[in-house]
């Protein structure tokens, strides 16, 4: 017995020098494995709120043109021309889709030279469940391209606001097609592509900063607009005969459902679900709230009475001001850039367009060409790096952005980006207008426009009066 206990006390040591370092290696083991599953899962749960809130946010973005924009736009114009107006909005949502499938998408973010993307993207190659981390790295790119899609359907149909009651529906298609291939989706690769010559974050030589479409989005369409209006000439009658808006209730129906889908449009260009896009969601409601007040005091002080048309007008401006501010922003000085639109609007839309004489039929371009471009400039501003942390140096320092963190010569970047999409609108709008109008005419006949657009272009009425 005791030469046993001897045994086992000399033979304990041999084993527990074996058996230790192996039991510390399996516990860590254990431990690096547990730890790289919680890793793996933390991510899988990041990468489905991303996603959840990215589809969202898409969706959202698509509720703007329509019924949004549709019923914004329809409810403006005389009950003779609703359903051909609303009607731009929404066969706009079938056209591009396709349009944007086919080689938009790939134009506007594959890899090709600053001014416009590359062909590997065409008909969607390549483009499914895995990231592209270029552009989002927590969600499948094909949520990025659906969501991208969204501000492509709505830009055109913003055009669409200044030519309401007398082009050719014909012609409007074509135009949209020309449009979007010459206008939109170069201005897109530039800004927001990879290597674009305005993107200020993936490789671009002129950095301009606009989270969610001020150059893009609002200057190409409202810029376009005031082309379309000058090329197309005024209505019949106008500004004799009185054309007032038929039917205001689903115009502010219309403006409510824009401002609700405008938080899909700004806070989702974060590409997350992420502090940044709260700060965007933040800035896109205080803007519009500014903007609303604004418009409406203008109104006040020189008409004498506040309208719900101005207020609604007033609230699209300072969502389309804030767009381009509204991921660089703080609370307030979004609240200021929303005021100035609202003001700044009112007087495009009543001084300037009076004292020229054009007929912008929805005042696309008093709204987002004027609101668009003072928006983008005021980006340069007052965008900072407390709210957007982008841009660093080597050692990982944060840069400063715009005027208020000592960048002033952001300010011109952003001028510079305004010039190039305010040129790109005007040359690629007018160019397209002459090519559709000499394959197709782009004005409605006399007595099309005198029997109204609804029933000369698609055979139907809004309204059923007969009983």
């Not at 709505?154 to 298609?173: H, V």
């Not at 989706?185 to 974050?201: E, R, Y």
């Not at 005419?441 to 055979?459: F, T």
């Amino acid at each position: 017995m005791n030469q046993i206990k001897r045994l086992c006390c000399c033979a304990f040591p041999v084993l527990a020098a074996f058996a230790i370092p192996a039991m510390a290696q399996n516990v860590s083991t254990s431990v690096d494995a547990k730890l790289a599953i919680l890793e793996a899962s933390s991510k899988a749960a990041q990468s489905a709120g991303d996603n959840a809130w990215m589809l969202v946010c898409a969706a959202l973005v698509l509720m703007m043109t329509g019924p949004g924009l549709a019923l914004f736009y329809g409810g403006l114009v005389r009950p003779k021309n609703v359903l051909s107006t609303m009607m731009h909005s929404f066969i706009l949502m079938a056209v591009v889709t396709v349009l944007w499938a086919v080689y938009g998408y790939s134009l506007a973010f594959g890899q090709g030279n600053p001014f416009v993307g590359g062909l590997q993207y065409l008909f969607l190659n390549g483009v499914g469940n895995a990231p592209n981390t270029d552009y989002a790295a927590t969600i499948p790119q094909q949520t990025f391209m659906i969501y991208q899609l969204m501000f492509a359907i709505i830009t055109p149909a913003l055009i669409s606001g200044a030519f309401a009651e007398r082009m050719k529906f014909s012609a409007m298609l074509l135009f949209t097609v020309l449009w979007t291939t010459v206008v939109y989706f170069p201005m897109a690769h530039m800004v927001w592509g990879k290597g674009g010559l305005l993107n200020a974050f993936l490789g671009g030589s002129i950095p301009c900063f606009d989270f969610a479409g001020g150059t893009v989005v609002h200057i190409t369409s409202g810029v376009s607009a005031l082309v379309c209006a000058l090329y197309l000439g005024k209505r019949l009658g106008f500004p004799r005969e009185p054309m007032k808006p038929h039917n205001l209730v689903i115009s502010v129906i219309g403006a409510c459902l824009l401002w609700v889908g405008w938080f899909g449009f700004n806070a989702g260009s974060a590409l997350a679900a992420s502090g940044l896009a709260t700060s965007a969601f933040v800035a896109t409601h205080f803007g519009a709230a500014a903007a609303t007040l604004g418009w409406t005091l203008a109104e006040w002080w020189r008409m004498g009475k506040p309208s719900i048309l101005g207020a609604i007008s007033g609230c699209v401006a300072g969502l389309v001001a804030i767009t381009p501010a509204s991921g660089f922003v703080r609370p307030f000085p979004a609240m200021l850039i929303g005021f100035s639109a609202g003001i700044f609007c009112f007087f495009m839309v009543t001084a300037v367009k009076s004292k020229f004489g054009y007929d912008d039929t929805l005042d696309a371009f008093g709204v987002h060409g004027a609101g668009g471009t003072l928006g983008a400039l005021l980006t340069g501003v007052f965008a900072t790096n407390a709210i957007n942390e982008g841009l660093k140096d080597a050692s990982g320092k944060l840069l400063p952005l715009g005027l208020v963190d000592g960048n002033a010569a952001q300010v011109g970047n952003q001028f510079i980006g305004v010039l190039i999409s305010w040129a790109l609108a005007i040359v690629g709008t007018l160019v397209i207008l002459k090519i559709v109008d000499m394959l197709v005419g782009v004005r409605a006949s006399k007595e099309d426009e005198i029997e109204g657009l609804d029933l000369s272009m698609h055979g139907e009425e809004a309204y059923n009066l007969e009983s």
